[in-house]
């Protein structure tokens, strides 16, 4: 049973930077493509990014591109989301979870809530 | 920005049926991609209800079901019980905008 378990939750002040992760378990094969969604306070959810964890090929959404960094480490199976200069409007909780080729996500990990303040 | 429309809130009382709607466009449900349904109760992450337009993972209820027609798609929960009170979200991939994966506005269904 594929499993995603999510780095814990973050408090950060403007401008500072952040890398959470997502460790993922369970699979039968070496590489998956995992993707990050984020979610806003009491909004929907919002697709970031992709990666592919064979090749660490990302791929982002046009709203999130130049915003955060996608990448990979294959030999720990974990994806990170990356932050070189957090906003207040980064306050969100963000949830990576694992594709299932061509199109759906299942399962997915747990949630990290960043929380951005001065 | 959601590209794909769906009520902010249906209800009904235990027992009843609701319908949910997902309206999209000719280039992500009227193109052919197939439409995704997911269950989020509060505090909680998000979890597949429905996966290609109408097929439900081992462990869903039978009374969950999906259909698609055209640019739209639906889900629909028959004998609504108290314990399916959620936000619902469809989900499906869209051609334009250099290819992404889109999630619907979101509905919260409530049990009266």
């Known amino acids: 049973e594929v499993q995603l378990v999510q780095s814990g939750a973050e408090v950060k002040k403007p401008g500072e930077s952040l890398k959470i992760s997502c460790k993922a378990s369970g699979y039968t094969f070496t590489s998956y493509w995992i993707g990050w969604v984020r979610q806003m306070p009491g909004k929907g959810l919002e697709w970031m990014g992709i990666i592919y964890l064979g090749d660490s090929d990302a791929r982002y959404s046009p709203s999130f591109q130049g915003q955060v960094t996608i990448s990979a480490d294959k030999s720990i199976s974990t994806a990170y989301l990356q932050w070189s200069s957090l906003k207040a409007s980064d306050t969100a909780m963000y949830y990576c979870?694992?594709?299932?080729?061509?199109?759906?996500?299942?399962?997915w990990g747990q949630g990290t809530l960043v929380t951005v303040s001065s | 920005q959601s590209v794909l429309t769906q009520p902010p809130s249906v209800s009904g009382a235990p027992g009843q049926r609701v319908t949910i709607s997902c309206s999209g466009s000719?280039?992500?449900?009227?193109?052919?991609?197939?439409v995704h349904w997911y269950q989020q109760l509060p505090g909680t992450a998000p979890k597949l209800l429905i996966y290609?337009?109408?097929n439900r993972p081992s462990g869903v209820p039978d009374r969950f079901s999906g259909s698609k027609s055209g640019t739209s798609a639906s889900l629909a929960i028959t004998g609504l019980q108290a314990e399916d009170e959620a936000d619902y979200y469809c989900q499906s991939y869209d051609s334009s905008l250099s290819g992404s994966y889109v999630f619907g506005t979101g509905t919260k269904v409530t049990v009266l």
């Open positions: 290609g337009n109408t």
């Open positions: 000719s280039s992500n449900i009227g193109a052919g991609y197939d």
């Open positions: 979870a694992n594709i299932i080729t061509p199109s759906w996500f299942d399962p």
